[in-house]
Nanobody, 126 residues
Framework: QVLLVESGGGLVKAGDSLTLYCTSS????????MGWFRQAPGKKRDFVAA????????NYADSVKGRFTISRDNAKNTLYLQLGSVKAEDTAVYYCASCETCGFRISPIAEEYGHWGQGTQVTVSS
């Protein structure tokens, strides 16, 4: 079983940077596509970014491309999301997730991800 725990969220000002962390315990995640999703109040959960098992391939939502960076350290069983030039519309609960069935695909579809963390809140003040 994969257990995921996010951390690093908080209150930041527009234009600031922030790094989110997702640590995994249980089964190693090095073979899995990993993703970040976010959900703002009253809205559906949206794809943010995903990364291949070995970290060589990434995929980003258009809304964060060029501002956010996803990376991973498989030796530490940790996934990262660097948020840069944050905007008020980036305010949301951010979730990390693992896709055990993706294979080499970098899926943006939340339903394909089987394990999820509890989320970490990011609030951007304007």
């Amino acid at each position: 079983q994969v257990l995921l725990v996010e951390s690093g969220g908080g209150l930041v000002k527009a234009g600031d940077s922030l790094t989110l962390y997702c640590t995994s315990s249980g089964r190693p995640i090095n073979l899995y596509t990993m993703g970040w999703f976010r959900q703002a109040p009253g809205k559906k959960r949206d794809f943010v970014a995903a990364i291949s098992g070995l970290g060589g391939v990434t995929n980003y939502a258009d809304s964060v491309k060029g501002r956010f960076t996803i990376s991973r350290d498989n030796a530490k069983n940790t996934l990262y999301l660097q948020l840069g030039s944050v905007k008020a519309e980036d305010t949301a609960v951010y979730y990390c997730a693992s896709c055990e069935t993706c294979g080499f695909r970098i899926s943006p579809i939340a339903e394909e991800y089987g394990h999820w963390g509890q989320g970490t809140q990011v609030t951007v003040s304007s």
